[in-house]
């Protein structure tokens, strides 16, 4: 059964501080993952999602990578910004299924 | 624009009361979902819809009901059996046709409460 690991639970940093999310899941069978980004009391925004063969994607101050062997996914968020303060969620969509599997996400507050 | 709408934003239910969310897109996708969020917790799948007069229950359907009578519109019945249906309820969206790898797109909630 697909596990999907978000750590830190919360983070706090200070404003320009480049920072590292961290999304782990215990079955490698996967055809993409998927950030997303929730405001308190909001639905999910996406961010960037990873086809399985890819490695990494990009948007703008947002990097995210995925390697699969290993179960790991990263966001990187580069000069952070108050207005980048949300509570961050991965999501793996699983092979053979059509279910997607969310992790609990990674609250960032950043600090002006 | 395109979208998904949720309505109500907020939902109170009293006891042995059945109470209906609503969520409409229009932005032609196929597929639609709907998830339950409870704090500190990952959203778990309630119920979802390849295709028009089509679903499947997902991870934690008892308790809840669907219907797919229009591509546009997939409403959520939480039922006098869902015992402890305090959550945020999202909907969500996707293309299907040949492209699993489509991300999807989420309206903004319901939070439904007990009176």
């Known amino acids: 059964k697909q596990e999907v690991t978000q750590i830190p639970a919360a983070l706090s940093v200070p404003e320009g501080e480049n920072l590292v999310l961290n999304c782990s899941f215990t079955?490698?069978?996967?055809?993409?993952l998927q950030w997303f980004r929730q405001d308190p009391g909001k639905g999910l925004t996406s961010l960037l999602l990873i086809q399985s063969s890819q490695r990494e994607q990009t948007s703008g101050r947002l990097n995210a990578s995925l390697d699969k062997s290993s179960g790991r996914s990263t966001l990187y968020i580069a000069a952070s910004q108050p207005g980048d303060s949300a509570t961050y969620l991965c999501a793996v969509r699983n092979t053979g299924g059509f279910k997607t599997i969310f992790g609990a996400g990674t609250r960032l507050f950043v600090k002006a | 624009d395109g979208g998904i709408t949720q309505s109500p934003k907020y939902l109170f239910r009293k006891e042995g009361q059945n109470v209906t969310l609503s969520c409409e897109q229009n932005l032609n996708h196929d597929a639609m979902y709907w998830y339950r969020q409870d704090p500190g917790q990952g959203l778990r799948l309630i119920y979802y819809?390849?295709?028009?007069?089509?679903?499947q229950k997902g991870d934690i359907a008892e308790g809840y009901s669907v219907s797919r009578e229009k591509k546009e519109s997939f409403p959520l019945t939480v039922t006098s059996a869902q015992k402890n249906p305090t959550a945020f309820y999202l909907c969500?969206?996707?293309?299907?046709?040949?492209?699993?790898?489509?991300?999807?797109?989420f309206g903004d909630g319901t939070r439904l409460s007990i009176l």
């Open positions: 969500a969206s996707s293309i299907i046709q040949g492209a699993k790898g489509q991300p999807q797109h």
């Open positions: 819809s390849q295709i028009v007069n089509d679903f």
């Open positions: 079955d490698s069978a996967i055809y993409n």
